[in-house]
């Protein structure tokens, strides 16, 4: 096989039958470990497999792509770039996707290379055609063009390429095709932007984030919704938050906020803007930013005690991003009363249809019930107990009740809300005076499928984990729960079978 592939390699110019010698050099070619591969590409003239693709036959070309691919996945991306400049931009044309598609794979194989990308930054015409890439037809081809063009931009000269020069006409023409398009532009800018502030310094100068800026606030309520989730994107950076700051852009949003009432179109939009504070307060500081906005916290109180269920859902996942850590923790509690009302309805809702609400509830609860180990200070924990009650009359038989549920998901949900509280001591009290609830975490029969078994392994992890619940639990119980943590999730009890002198 090896001697068929490389005789039929060193004449692959000269194939006189193309799609039976094709066929079988691709068989040839696939069984060839890449050692073998590499050690011939001196020899190889692949720019006649490349030359082969410049038919109008649709098997030639997807044969030849196949053994492309192959046989590229051997050669280093510096020799690539330097023997085929040509033939990538020719790929980079070509009207067969598949074609294009080993093109700008290879292309990204080329910017991960510290001395290959140098070539591109080299060859004006070969990184045009990345940046046209961008507006092409086929998503995948758009976003391989995306990142190898990010990664370009990860060195100063490739900053200075694409933004102080005329390829930043070339960008600006790109997102001149299509509305999908400008906003892929805007994701090419904010991941850019993201690496570091001379990144955005360079994007800013551009006019491109300016511009990104000015659909945030324009009067087109579908292009708003878009655009807020790239201007979040840009927020998880301290320069990206610094920026946004300095230049008013968050006041801007929370306005937008205050002035949504009156709007009757507000549903499109409202929901990515409120989801922006909310990641905005989690990687900056909760107290800050609903001390410095309160409209946030108001609008997201609103949203939940509210009845459409979309925005219910969108508040719900918003209180469990502020709620992850003790800070946002703190935040709520200031709210006194009216959250722990909030909560109530949330429990309402976690057994109430939609199901997709549900679990988005549950989830919520788990995330604001969680303390790590470190925090767990006698306040703290006189927090989360008091809203557990909050959450219903029952709470955990509320939760169990869910579990015992034949839905995967809503089961899943509620023993992660069991293991957001295992490691608390007011709650394994409450575990070990519920009859039949200890029993229930080691039954390893009522979980019916990985994910269950999973989740139900990660309550048990949490709880051998606790410091307290030895002696909360007592040592039976703690030595049953250290077996099945021993045992794993997957485990199943050996049943032996005893035969029986004139049994059928």
Same mark, same amino acid.
């Given at each position: 096989? *090896?001697?068929?592939?490389?005789e039929?390699?060193?004449?692959?110019?000269?194939?006189?039958?193309? %799609?039976?010698? %094709?066929?079988?050099?691709?068989?040839?070619?696939?069984?060839?470990?890449?050692?073998? =591969?590499?050690?011939?590409?001196?020899?190889? $003239?692949?720019? #006649? %497999?490349?030359?082969?693709?410049?038919?109008?036959?649709?098997?030639?070309?997807?044969?030849?792509?196949?053994? =492309?691919?192959?046989?590229?996945?051997?050669?280093?991306?510096?020799?690539?770039?330097?023997?085929?400049?040509?033939?990538?931009? +020719?790929?980079?044309?070509?009207?067969?996707?598949?074609?294009?598609?080993?093109?700008?794979?290879?292309?990204?194989?080329i910017?991960?290379?510290?001395?290959?990308?140098?070539e591109? =930054? /080299?060859?004006?015409?070969?990184?045009?055609q990345?940046?046209?890439?961008?507006?092409?037809?086929k998503?995948?081809?758009?976003?391989?063009?995306?990142?190898?063009?990010?990664?370009?931009?990860?060195?100063?000269?490739g900053?200075? *390429?694409?933004?102080?020069?005329?390829?930043?006409?070339?960008?600006?023409?790109?997102? *001149? &095709?299509s509305?999908?398009?400008?906003?892929?532009?805007?994701?090419?800018?904010?991941? @850019?932007?993201?690496?570091?502030?001379?990144?955005?310094?360079?994007?800013?100068?551009?006019?491109?984030?300016?511009?990104l800026?000015?659909?945030?606030?324009?009067?087109?309520?579908?292009?708003?919704?878009? #655009?807020?989730?790239?201007?979040?994107?840009?927020?998880?950076?301290?320069?990206?938050?610094?920026?946004?700051?300095?230049?008013?852009? @968050?006041?801007?949003?929370?306005?937008?906020?205050?002035?949504?009432?009156?709007?009757?179109? #507000?549903?499109?939009?409202?929901?990515?803007?409120?989801?922006?504070?909310?990641?905005?307060?989690?990687?900056?500081?909760?107290?800050?930013?609903c001390?410095?906005?309160?409209?946030?916290?108001?609008?997201?109180?609103?949203?939940?005690?509210?009845h459409?269920? &979309?925005?219910?859902?969108?508040?719900?996942? &918003?209180?469990?991003? !502020?709620?992850?850590?003790?800070?946002?923790?703190?935040?709520?509690?200031?709210?006194?009363?009216?959250?722990?009302?909030?909560?109530?309805?949330?429990?309402?809702?976690a057994?109430?249809?939609?199901?997709?609400? $549900?679990? $988005?509830?549950?989830?919520?609860?788990?995330?604001?019930?969680?303390?790590?180990?470190?925090?767990?200070?006698?306040?703290? !924990?006189?927090?989360?107990?008091?809203?557990? *009650?909050? !959450?219903?009359?029952?709470?955990?038989?509320?939760?169990?009740?869910?579990? &015992?549920?034949?839905?995967?998901?809503?089961?899943?949900?509620?023993?992660?809300?069991?293991?957001?509280?295992?490691?608390?001591?007011?709650?394994?009290?409450?575990?070990?005076?519920?009859?039949?609830?200890?029993?229930?975490?080691?039954?390893?029969?009522?979980?019916?499928?990985?994910?269950?078994?999973?989740?139900?392994?990660?309550?048990? +992890?949490? =709880?051998? /984990?606790?410091?307290?619940?030895?002696?909360?639990?007592? /040592?039976?119980?703690?030595?049953?729960?250290?077996?099945?943590?021993?045992?794993?999730?997957?485990?199943? +009890?050996?049943?032996?079978?005893?035969?029986?002198?004139?049994?059928?």
């Open positions: 096989m *090896a001697a068929e592939a490389l039929l390699l060193a004449r692959v110019s000269r194939l006189e039958e193309p %799609l039976e010698e %094709l066929r079988a050099l691709r068989v040839a070619v696939q069984a060839l470990p890449l050692s073998a =591969l590499r050690e011939r590409a001196p020899d190889i $003239r692949l720019g #006649s %497999l490349f030359a082969l693709l410049n038919v109008n036959d649709r098997e030639q070309v997807a044969l030849c792509v196949s053994i =492309l691919e192959r046989f590229l996945q051997a050669v280093d991306p510096l020799y690539v770039i330097q023997n085929f400049r040509e033939e990538l931009q +020719k790929g980079l044309f070509h009207p067969d996707d598949s074609v294009k598609l080993l093109t700008i794979a290879q292309v990204g194989r910017v991960e290379n510290s001395d290959a990308v140098r591109i =930054l /080299n060859n004006p015409e070969l990184l045009r990345i940046i046209y890439c961008i507006g092409g037809e998503i995948a081809v758009a976003k391989e063009a995306i990142k190898s063009l990010s990664r370009i931009a990860q060195t100063q000269d900053l200075e *390429a694409l933004f102080a020069s005329s390829f930043l006409v070339d960008l600006k023409n790109v997102m *001149a &095709t509305d999908v398009v400008r906003y892929r532009v805007y994701e090419l800018i904010v991941e @850019i932007s993201s690496v570091s502030a001379d990144s955005l310094n360079y994007c800013a100068n551009s006019g491109l984030i300016s511009e800026i000015e659909e945030l606030t324009g009067d087109d309520v579908l292009v708003r919704a878009t #655009s807020i989730e790239m201007v979040t994107s840009l927020a998880y950076t301290k320069h990206g938050r610094q920026y946004l700051a300095q230049q008013g852009i @968050i006041d801007k949003i929370s306005n937008i906020i205050i002035g949504a009432d009156s709007d009757p179109f #507000s549903g499109f939009y409202l929901p990515g803007f409120v989801k922006f504070f909310g990641n905005l307060a989690i990687v900056d500081s909760p107290q800050q930013i001390e410095q906005y309160p409209v946030f916290m108001e609008k997201v109180f609103g949203m939940a005690e509210g459409d269920p &979309t925005m219910i859902g969108v508040a719900v996942d &918003t209180l469990a991003i !502020l709620g992850s850590n003790v800070e946002g923790k703190q935040v709520l509690q200031k709210a006194g009363s009216r959250f722990e009302h909030l909560l109530n309805r949330i429990g309402h809702q057994k109430n249809p939609p199901a997709e609400l $549900r679990l $988005r509830c549950l989830d919520a609860i788990s995330s604001l019930l969680y303390l790590p180990p470190d925090q767990q200070t006698e306040d703290l !924990l006189g927090m989360t107990e008091s809203w557990f *009650a909050a !959450l219903s009359s029952q709470p955990l038989e509320l939760f169990r009740s869910i579990s &015992t549920q034949p839905f995967p998901d809503l089961h899943c949900g509620a023993l992660r809300v069991f293991t957001a509280i295992a490691n608390q001591p007011w709650a394994q009290k409450l575990m070990l005076d519920s009859p039949g609830f200890v029993e229930y975490i080691v039954d390893r029969s009522v979980e019916p499928d990985k994910a269950s078994k999973d989740a139900k392994y990660e309550l048990v +992890k949490a =709880l051998v /984990n606790s410091k307290t619940i030895a002696e909360i639990f007592g /040592n039976q119980y703690y030595l049953r729960l250290r077996a099945y943590l021993h045992e794993g999730p997957y485990y199943v +009890k050996a049943v032996s079978a005893t035969a029986v002198e004139g049994a059928e």
